[in-house]
């Protein structure tokens, strides 16, 4: 396992309390922001993850 500092006691417990098997496939939430005046270009954004995480989700490593 890689060395963890945690970066107060909120982030120490939360990180003791993490279970792999229990997490996986969780959903999450993600916030796209843009720049000032570039609002716009969020949607793009949002579509590249989107297809991004698709793509993930469908990769299957060859371990072999």
Known sequence: ?????????LDRDV???YQKD???GA????QVTGKRFEEEKAPG???AVTTALQDFQD????LA
């Open 1 to 9: 396992m890689p060395h963890y500092s945690p970066i107060n006691i």
């Open 15 to 17: 990180w003791r309390t």
């Open 22 to 24: 229990t997490f996986d």
């Open 27 to 30: 959903p999450i939430g993600l």
């Open 45 to 47: 954004l949002r579509e």
């Open 59 to 62: 990769f299957e490593p060859n």
